[in-house]
């Protein structure tokens, strides 16, 4: 897909910070999924420079990985630019493609489900207040032949036999 220029928000400090954002830009737009989700995955660090590449590849005419990876960075965005992102993705809902809804529908359940709780049955594992059953078998302490004085390793009764056809 080939992709318009993007003009510089005024927020790029220096000509690298472009070209990074540019090739992270074009990532999002590829059709390896792997690659657009990593390249999102970096843009939710850049704040309001990443936080624009993902509303534009969210709401622009994209493919569907496209959508989804953009999708995907929105959902991992942290700090100040967490509740816009959800917000976002609130408002993708509503929107006029069908797949764009989809990929809001199916980022807002995945964000739900990470806030819900652990199962009962786990919770009460991990914090050790379920009782726990008594082993069916003693264990005993098992010395090694060192610790059991003069005796030899196999044993004072048996020694080792040497091997019938070499004698």
């Known amino acids: 897909m080939k992709l318009k220029k993007r003009e510089p928000s005024g927020r790029e400090k220096n000509e690298e910070t472009i070209e990074l954002l ?47 990876a953009a999708a995907y960075g929105l959902r991992k965005m942290r700090g100040r630019m967490k509740k816009q992102a959800i917000s976002l993705l609130e408002e993708g809902l509503k929107h006029s493609t069908d797949g764009t809804r989809q990929v809001c529908t199916n980022a807002l359940r995945l964000l739900r ?9 786990a919770q009460q594992r991990s914090s050790g207040q379920q009782k726990r059953p008594k082993p069916k078998f003693r ?21 080792p036999q040497s091997p019938r056809f070499n004698r």
């Open 139 to 159: 264990i005993s302490e098992i010395t090694p032949y060192r610790t059991q004085g003069n005796a030899s390793r196999y044993g004072r009764r048996n020694p």
């Open 22 to 68: 540019e090739r992270l830009r074009e990532q999002v737009y590829s059709e390896n999924p792997s690659a657009a989700r990593h390249a999102a995955f970096h843009l939710s660090w850049m704040q309001e420079d990443g936080f624009d590449i993902l509303k534009e590849a969210l709401n622009g005419h994209a493919q569907r990985t496209t959508k989804s």
């Open 113 to 121: 489900e990470a806030k819900q709780p652990a199962p009962l049955g």
